[in-house]
């Protein structure tokens, strides 16, 4: 890697430790203004001191977080299909590259959907924007998504789908945790994140996913739904650093939120 897309990626995967707390804050983009999401700006402003990076749109950076801020930025650059669609494979790059770098962003994101009817037209927009990237030094993040079909969430095909964004030229990969998770880790030559998914039932299910995803080789988790959607979500995010950053167990994590709940 250039100079410049390894100091843009250490602002996000800590040297200190080499992972990372992503905030993931980017669901309005198909969502819309999903479940305590409504203001994002009243939504993460309590939880800015425990992030390590946002990941955001453009519009949610521009109208909900303070220029001053020295939090690292993921910017989405993709979409073109919302929930009510039949497809939300069918997206496209959204964000210019000179957006991205007006707005000083450390890294650039976006969806491809393997095995969809619009693989292709993901895939090649990875390409491009890992060419885009690499001409101004900023690391791409591809995210491995599945649309409504939750049931590709194996080994086999998170493999498959990470692979090919590190061979497309990913900097880095976001994926989903699964069993034989080590099997995925292992054939991705790029640091990998674990996506938080759907609100899990109890938040001792979510401290064992972060804490089986980096013991199994993941650098760290991009959580949303599982830290602003519970009802304590500062004590949430001081629990998963502590797992993350500090190998805190599923038990001690439940401790610490404990700890810090209202």
Known sequence: MDWGIKNRLARIIKPQTGRTVMLAVDHGYF???TKKLESVSRTIE??????????????????????ETSMPVVLRVSGGSSIIGEDL?????????EDAIRLNVSAIALSIFVGSEYESQTLESLAMLVNMGQEFGIPVLAVT????EL??????????????AAEFGASFVK???CEDFEKVVESCPVPIVIAGGPKLETELDAFEMAYDAVNKGAVGVDMG????????????????????HKNASPAEALEIFNRNKK
């Open 31 to 33: 969502l819309g203004p």
């Open 46 to 67: 309590p939880l800015m001191d425990y992030a390590d990076a946002l990941m955001l749109t453009r519009g949610i950076l521009r109208t909900s977080v303070e220029p």
């Open 89 to 97: 494979s069918n997206e496209v790059i959204t964000t210019s590259i």
């Open 145 to 148: 998504a599945v649309g409504k």
């Open 151 to 164: 049931s590709k969430r194996d080994s086999r095909f998170l493999s498959l789908s990470c692979r090919i």
């Open 175 to 177: 994926t989903y945790y």
């Open 225 to 244: 739904r599982n830290i602003w959607q519970n009802n304590n979500p500062v004590a949430m995010l001081k629990a998963v650093r502590a797992v993350v």
